[in-house]
């Protein structure tokens, strides 16, 4: 059988299991399975091998399952990374592409990192580095991948990034795709929110936490319910737990004039934007995602410490 065959055969066979894109999956698997590249495969449309077409077969039995392409290729291109993913670790979203370049947009308009006045007492001590961003720091909470933190460690390769999560196995994942990305300057800490961090100051704060409410985790498509890691998905009751958590201790953990950029679930904003304010952040702000739902939030502590507790 030829290559064109058999991913006609593997399309069919997924729109017969009711999975919606089963052309671009069935393509993926396909592609992947072989190495080769799109154009390749259709113009020269090889007479498959045995093992080859067997491969895809099994693939596409896994797929038919429900279970998401991403963790049967094991990769995933995040804003020029290469990200391995597998089960047990959320898998890198488009929208969160978005809450990144948010970031490094944000430090380059106010090359937060490179004013040493700002620069947070305890944080990383770079003096000796002459890059404009030598004394950034920046801490990715529930890291998971380490998407976010490893793409802003490549952007800012003389920034100290940390990434912390609860999960042994997220954070496998995160150092693998260091090691991949030969990203030298991200490190994985294992434990809760900022507890592993103990009294470090950071310029930036990220986090991408479980914000789905509890009561519709059922009702998520199948791919996400019954594959990807619940822990990273539970947002607790009303879906807010970890941005209580979250907004309630950042405060100690940023210096002067620091940033915590937060993603959000697609009916938070309102909520999550109070909950900054009450702890006092300013300059509050809710960034739209490209579907215009309000997306990122993304916060200051305010420049010159008052007498006020965080
Ligand atoms: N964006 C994910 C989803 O749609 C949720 C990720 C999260 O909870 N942080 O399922």
């Given at each position: 059988?030829?290559?064109?065959?058999?991913?006609?055969?593997?399309?069919?066979?997924?729109e017969?299991?009711?999975?919606?894109?089963?052309?671009?999956?069935?393509?993926?698997?396909?592609?992947?399975a072989?190495?080769?590249?799109?154009?390749?495969?259709?113009?020269?449309?090889?007479?498959?091998?045995?093992?080859?077409?067997?491969?895809i077969?099994?693939?596409?039995?896994?797929?038919?399952?429900?279970?998401?392409v991403?963790?049967?290729?094991?990769?995933?291109?995040?804003?020029g990374?290469?990200?391995?993913?597998?089960k047990?670790?959320?898998?890198?979203?488009?929208?969160?592409?978005?809450?990144?370049?948010?970031?490094?947009?944000t430090?380059?308009?106010?090359?937060?990192?490179?004013?040493?006045?700002?620069?947070?007492?305890?944080?990383?001590?770079?003096?000796?580095?002459?890059?404009?961003?030598?004394?950034?720091?920046?801490?990715?909470?529930?890291?998971?991948?380490?998407?976010?933190?490893?793409?802003?460690?490549?952007?800012f390769?003389?920034?100290?990034?940390?990434?912390?999560?609860?999960?042994?196995?997220?954070?496998?994942?995160?150092?693998?795709?260091?090691?991949?990305?030969?990203?030298?300057?991200?490190?994985?800490?294992?434990?809760?929110?900022?507890?592993?961090?103990?009294?470090?100051?950071?310029?930036?704060?990220?986090?991408?936490?479980?914000?789905?409410?509890r009561?519709?985790?059922?009702?998520?498509q199948?791919e996400?319910?019954?594959?990807?890691?619940?822990?990273?998905?539970?947002?607790?009751?009303?879906?807010?737990?970890?941005?209580?958590?979250?907004?309630?201790?950042?405060?100690?953990?940023?210096?002067?004039?620091?940033?915590?950029?937060?993603?959000?679930?697609?009916?938070?904003?309102?909520?999550?934007?109070?909950?900054?304010?009450?702890?006092?952040?300013?300059?509050?702000?809710?960034?739209?995602?490209?579907?215009?739902?309000?997306?990122?939030?993304?916060?200051?502590?305010?420049?010159?410490?008052?007498?006020?507790?965080?």
């Open positions: 059988m030829r290559l064109l065959d058999l991913l006609r055969k593997s399309t069919e066979s997924l017969a299991a009711g999975i919606e894109d089963a052309l671009p999956d069935a393509e993926m698997i396909v592609l992947h072989l190495g080769m590249e799109r154009l390749d495969a259709y113009v020269n449309n090889p007479e498959m091998r045995k093992a080859d077409a067997a491969k077969k099994r693939l596409i039995q896994r797929r038919r399952k429900g279970e998401p991403q963790y049967l290729t094991g990769i995933v291109a995040f804003l990374l290469t990200v391995q993913v597998g047990g670790v959320l898998i890198p979203r488009p929208e969160t592409e978005l809450l990144v370049e948010e970031v490094i947009k430090i380059k308009s106010e090359e937060l990192g490179a004013r040493s006045q700002d620069k947070p007492a305890g944080a990383a001590s770079c003096d000796s580095r002459l890059t404009p961003y030598a004394s950034l720091s920046v801490l990715d909470l529930c890291t998971g991948s380490g998407c976010i933190a490893l793409a802003l460690a490549k952007e390769p003389d920034a100290d990034v940390y990434g912390t999560d609860v999960s042994k196995e997220a954070l496998a994942y995160a150092r693998k795709n260091a090691k991949i990305n030969s990203i030298q300057n991200a490190t994985f800490l294992e434990g809760s929110l900022f507890v592993p961090v103990n009294d470090r100051k950071f310029n930036i704060i990220t986090a991408n936490p479980p914000y789905i409410r009561d519709e985790l059922d009702t998520l199948r996400i319910r019954d594959w990807e890691p619940l822990d990273a998905l539970d947002g607790g009751e009303d879906g807010m737990d970890f941005y209580r958590q979250i907004l309630s201790s950042a405060g100690e953990y940023l210096g002067p004039g620091g940033c915590i950029f937060l993603e959000l679930g697609f009916d938070q904003a309102g909520f999550v934007q109070k909950l900054a304010q009450e702890q006092g952040f300013r300059d509050v702000a809710i960034i739209n995602d490209y579907a215009g739902i309000g997306r990122i939030l993304e916060a200051r502590k305010e420049k010159f410490p008052s007498n006020k507790p965080n």
